[in-house]
């Protein structure tokens, strides 16, 4: 008996601590179990110039030293005391509801001051129609700053419920203060300039097991309830999964109020071609963090999110390189527009200065959005994080810019004190290391070159036919045949053991052949004349 209750305890741990650390959106409202509930009215919000804001749009929507700006935030004041509804339940849990329309808006999220749920008891939002629930936020959300920033639910009849156990009645508190009108949606899918690669694309043979594996660190964030950066999660020496991300400084809001997404790639992969980037639904989002360090100069933020990541996201820890050695060549991910992410790849060695500066992307570009986007190095460290520039696409093609990203190693122990540097925070055991690993770790020999070896390509150099040779691999092959430049030429399932791929015709020079079957690898194809 007394084995049986420690087992039940330790289960009841395991369960707290992995559903404290993120919004559950499995649970369903509390007042969608009830038919007889009446209809709440709506509170209308005001007007406001949409048109004015629109021009500044235009201008800012092109400066990458923003926050790409979606939404319109309403300062107001509503709490479980002044406003809303309550119906008493027949066990006496009882439902509190508060209905929100700003017309015209294709989202609304909303922050919290005050804020306090009790053990047991709710918060959800979700559109009057009920397509969109977002929740549960439960007491796992409570912290010392007492603020929640929420993340978007679609349309402009928005529904706010509180439900409260009788055992917890009167516990509880809230104030909603802002409320963002989205005239353009903050998950803003398939918005980014279309010279844009999902991440999912190939940026060559060298890059490419690198980028898949590290894009499990990147995020959109959602900054000041109206706005939009990227960030990373970043190792500490300790290597003990403390959830620190780093982003830009001119992202900067209270960063209690911040929401982050996680894995939202999409499953259509689209790669500077025509076409729309679809979706996937296996993202994860979660609230609120607590600011680390700043500092203008290098333009970096670091927070601390206020949950932990459950391990069952896939998610890593990015490595670091705080050395001044310049890279050879270098890659960004990132979501541009509030988009589903997204990357980029420069060839070049990166130009040292006061900041790196990558001078033209030969494959994808950075917009607004982009903001505190990761740089990785040759060897997929992040050496710093998008500050500002500028690129333009014309037809699918980037036409040149630059970007300027604050650098690690000027940011690490530049501002002298605890909240102006990195020193403190990542490196906690005061190791003095230069260049830390990703956490866990990614061994690019043990990860790639035993799937790699499996799978021949021959003849290569080739005039015409390559035969692709799965060797001991399994049948229903994935494939992508993509030129150079990243425009995906075929796609398709290779059913036999020997395979044929067919470039007669085709301009000489490489391509890069992208091979799918629970791990990635790319295979160069090199065609010569005919």
Not at 200 to 221: E, M, Q
Not at 414 to 431: A, M
Request: net charge neutral.
């Amino acid at each position: 008996m007394k084995f049986n209750s420690i087992l039940v305890i330790i289960i009841l741990l395991l369960a707290f601590n992995h559903f404290q650390s993120q919004v559950n959106n499995e649970i369903q409202p509390k007042s969608l179990e009830f038919k007889n509930l009446p209809e709440i009215s709506p509170v209308i919000l005001p007007y406001f110039d949409l048109k004015s804001i629109q021009n500044e749009d235009k201008v800012n929507d092109r400066r990458l030293d923003m926050p790409f700006r979606f939404g319109y935030k309403f300062n107001v004041n509503y709490s479980l005391q002044n406003s809303g509804t309550w119906e008493n339940l027949n066990n006496g849990d009882r439902i509190w509801r508060i209905r929100f329309v700003s017309e015209g808006a294709k989202t609304m999220n909303f922050i919290f001051e005050d804020f306090f749920i009790p053990i047991g008891a709710k918060l959800f939002l979700y559109n009057n129609d009920k397509t969109d629930i977002l929740g549960a936020y439960t007491f796992a959300q409570n912290n010392k700053a007492k603020t929640l920033g929420t993340w978007i639910v679609k349309g402009d009849d928005v529904v706010v419920e509180y439900y409260e156990p009788v055992s917890q009645k009167g516990k509880g508190s809230f104030i909603i203060k802002n409320i963002t009108h989205g005239y353009r949606s903050g998950v803003n899918l398939n918005a980014s300039n279309p010279c844009n690669l999902d991440v999912n694309c190939s940026i060559g043979s060298d890059a490419d097991p690198l980028k898949n594996f590290v894009k499990k660190s990147v995020a959109l964030v959602l900054v000041d309830g109206t706005a939009m950066c990227s960030g990373a999660l970043i190792n500490n020496t300790a290597n003990d999964r403390k959830p620190y991300f780093l982003t830009a400084d001119h992202c900067y809001s209270d960063p209690a109020t911040w929401a982050f997404r996680f894995n939202w790639i999409s499953t259509n992969t689209i790669c500077a071609t025509e076409g729309d980037s679809v979706s996937n639904t296996d993202y994860h989002t979660i609230s609120g963090a607590t600011l680390r360090a700043r500092r203008e100069a290098s333009d970096f933020c670091l927070v601390e999110i206020n949950s932990d990541i459950p391990p069952d996201w896939g998610t890593v820890w990015a490595g670091w390189d705080r050395t001044v050695n310049v890279s050879p060549w270098v890659f960004g991910i990132h979501h541009p527009m509030g988009d589903i992410m997204k990357t980029c790849r420069d060839s070049s060695p990166v130009l040292s200065g006061s900041m790196w500066r990558v001078n033209n992307w030969e494959m994808g570009v950075t917009e607004s959005g982009s903001s505190g986007s990761p740089l990785y190095n040759n060897n997929g460290k992040i050496i710093g994080q998008l500050c500002c520039g500028y690129g333009d696409c014309i037809d699918n093609t980037y036409q040149g810019g630059y970007n300027s990203y604050g650098r690690f190693d000027i940011s690490w122990n530049g501002g002298g004190t605890s909240d102006t540097q990195l020193e403190n925070w990542l490196d906690p055991i005061n190791s003095g290391v230069t260049v830390l690993d990703s956490y866990p770790i990614f061994d690019l020999v043990t990860a790639e070159n035993a799937f790699l070896d499996q799978i021949k390509v021959y003849p290569n150099p080739s005039k015409d036919i390559f035969i692709v040779d799965l060797n001991a691999m399994s049948n229903n092959l994935e494939y992508y045949l993509f030129s150079f430049d990243g425009s995906l030429i075929s796609k398709g399932k290779f059913y036999k053991k020997t395979n044929k791929v067919d470039l007669s015709g085709k301009p000489i020079g490489t391509y890069l052949l992208k091979l799918v079957s629970g791990k990635t690898i790319i295979k160069t194809l090199k065609l010569l004349k005919q």
